[in-house]
């Protein structure tokens, strides 16, 4: 995928370990490209998958790749709080904190609309 940031370390390791786990998962996720949704939209139902599921990796990677796709900060967030009804407050906060954790390191992201969390 363009613009993709490279993945973790762990991640390299992981898949040079289990090359058929690396396989069967990029036929997954070409299953999952197919059809009429455009990758931004495909980015953002990503996500909020990740947030709903509350994995905290997938909401990281999915941070990553929707600032690297272009998605802004805003979006981003819209989506942590489209999920707060269904959530709940205190695990609302913590995606929040998990999608806080990319953002505020990534060097692209030059015009975030609040201060970071965490200096």
Do not use: C
């Not at 993709?4 to 036929?27: G, H, M, Q």
């Not at 947030?51 to 990281?60: D, P, S, T, Y």
């Not at 998605?71 to 709940?88: D, F, M, N, P, R």
């Amino acid at each position: 995928m363009k613009n993709s940031p490279k993945p973790p370390k762990t991640y390299e390791t992981f898949v040079r370990r289990y090359p058929k786990l690396s396989e069967a998962w990029e036929k997954i996720s070409e299953a999952g490209r197919e059809g009429p949704l455009d990758s931004r939209n495909s980015r953002l139902i990503k996500l909020s998958i990740a947030i709903g599921a509350m994995r905290e990796g997938a909401v990281h990677s999915s941070v990553r790749k929707a600032l690297a796709a272009g998605i802004g900060v805003e979006e981003i967030e819209q989506v942590v709080a489209l999920a707060a009804s269904t959530l709940g407050m205190p695990s609302t906060v913590a995606v929040f904190t998990w999608i806080h954790d990319e953002i505020d390191k990534n060097p692209a992201v030059t015009s975030s609309p609040h201060p970071p969390l965490r200096k």
